[in-house]
C-alpha cells in the first residue's frame, strides 16, 4: 500500500468508532452513543482537552440539570409511543431539538478556540459517517458520485463489523475482537480516501484537527473506557 494511504488511514482511524447521537433512540449502527457537546458537561479527558477552566464547570451546572431533565422527557415520550409511529417521530424531534438547545448553551460557554476544537473531535467521533453526514458531507464537496462509492464501503463495513462480536467479558477475547474491528475500519477508510481528491483531503485533515482518542468519551455498563472489564475488580 502507498506510503500516501496509511497517512490518510492514520488520519482517519482517530474518529472512526461508529457512534449515534447519544440521546435519540431507534437509531442504528452506533452501539454506545456519544454526543460530545454533553459529554463534555462531565467528561473530564475532554474537559481537560479543551482546558475547560472551573468557571466554566459552574456554567456547566444548570447546563447538566436541563439535559438530564430533557433527557429523560424525551425517552419517558419515546417508551410511551409504543407502535405509534406518529409518536416515535414526535419524541425523535423532542430529542433533535434538546439537542440542538444543549448544544447552544455548551457553546456559549466555549471560547473561540474551544469551539473551534470539540467541533474537530465531534467530526472525529462521527468516523467515516461523517462523509455522509450531510453538512459536512458539502463542506468537503463530496460529489454524489462519491457518496455512492462511500456508502457502499460503509455497507460493507458493517455487514463485516456486524459478524464481530461488539463486547466480551473475556479479555483476551474482547482484545481480539478490537484488532478485528481495528482492520476493518482501516480498510474502509483506505477505501474512502481512494475517493477524495487531495483538496478534500486536506479540508478533512483541518476539520479534523488533532488526533483525541474518542474511546475515552464512553464507558460500557460492567466495563470500563475501551471496554476494560471492571466486575473483577
Known amino acids: 500500500m502507498r506510503a500516501s494511504r496509511w497517512i490518510m488511514v492514520a488520519l482517519f482511524a482517530v474518529g472512526a468508532v461508529v457512534v449515534v447521537e447519544a440521546q435519540q433512540p431507534g437509531r442504528t449502527g452506533g452501539g454506545f452513543g456519544i454526543n460530545v457537546y454533553t459529554s463534555v458537561l462531565s467528561n473530564k479527558d475532554l474537559q481537560t482537552e479543551l482546558k475547560i477552566t472551573d468557571e466554566q464547570k459552574e456554567k456547566f451546572k444548570p447546563i447538566t440539570e436541563k439535559n438530564t431533565e430533557a433527557g429523560k422527557k424525551n425517552r ?17 424531534e423532542g430529542f433533535t431539538k434538546s439537542n440542538a438547545e444543549i448544544r447552544k448553551m455548551v457553546e456559549d460557554v466555549l471560547t473561540s478556540e474551544q469551539k473551534v476544537r470539540i467541533a474537530q473531535i465531534d467530526v472525529q467521533v ?25 456508502k457502499g464501503v460503509q455497507t ?78
Open 156 to 233: 460493507e463495513y458493517d455487514t463485516d463489523s456486524k459478524a464481530i462480536p461488539r463486547f466480551d467479558r473475556d479479555k483476551d477475547k474482547n482484545a481480539e475482537n478490537q484488532k478485528k474491528r481495528e482492520k476493518l475500519r482501516k480498510a474502509a477508510f483506505a477505501d474512502i480516501e481512494d475517493t477524495l481528491t487531495a483538496d478534500q483531503k486536506s479540508k478533512w485533515k483541518e476539520m479534523t484537527g488533532a488526533p483525541f482518542d474518542t474511546a475515552k468519551l464512553f464507558t460500557i455498563p460492567g466495563f470500563g473506557t475501551k471496554g476494560k472489564d471492571k466486575t473483577k475488580d
Open 126 to 150: 462521527k468516523g467515516m459517517r461523517a462523509f455522509t453526514d450531510e453538512k459536512l458531507s458539502k463542506d468537503l464537496n463530496i460529489t454524489e458520485a462519491q457518496t455512492s462509492k462511500i
Open 76 to 92: 419517558d415520550a419515546f417508551k410511551d409511543a409504543g407502535d405509534d409511529d406518529d409518536k416515535k417521530k414526535a419524541a425523535r
